[in-house]
């Protein structure tokens, strides 16, 4: 069985800084892209950054500058630097990864989110 269990979120001051991570474990093959996403309040989830198995990065317009996606692959972890928080960044944050699977096949994972709250 597939597991993401993200940690490191929190309470933060607005300019102030977190870093969260997330962690894939079971049986699978490999691991294609990593990413985040959150969802506030009220809201839809929406994409914040992602990582390609070849380190390749993307970002949403909202958090470029600010956040950095970063992976380990020899320990299935991926990391999101986030500097210079707003208010408008509060949410949960998702992980989210590409798996190949060991019997064949690509499939979505979701970690249980972890709360990101800052405060003005």
């Known amino acids: 069985q597939v597991q993401l269990v993200e940690s490191g979120g929190g309470l933060v001051q607005a300019g102030g800084s977190l870093r969260l991570s997330c962690a894939a474990s079971g049986t699978f093959f490999s691991i294609n892209d990593m990413g985040w996403y959150r969802q506030a309040p009220g809201k839809q989830r929406e994409f914040v950054a992602t990582a390609t198995s070849g380190d390749t990065t993307n970002y949403a317009d909202s958090v470029k500058g600010r956040f950095t996606i970063s992976r380990d692959n020899a320990k299935n972890m991926v990391y999101l630097q986030m500097n210079s928080l707003k208010p408008e960044d509060t949410a949960v944050y998702y992980c989210?990864?590409?798996?190949?699977?060991?019997?064949?096949?690509?499939?979505?994972?979701w970690g249980q989110g972890t709360q990101v709250t800052v405060s003005s």
């Open positions: 989210n990864a590409e798996l190949f699977l060991v019997l064949g096949g690509l499939r979505k994972y």
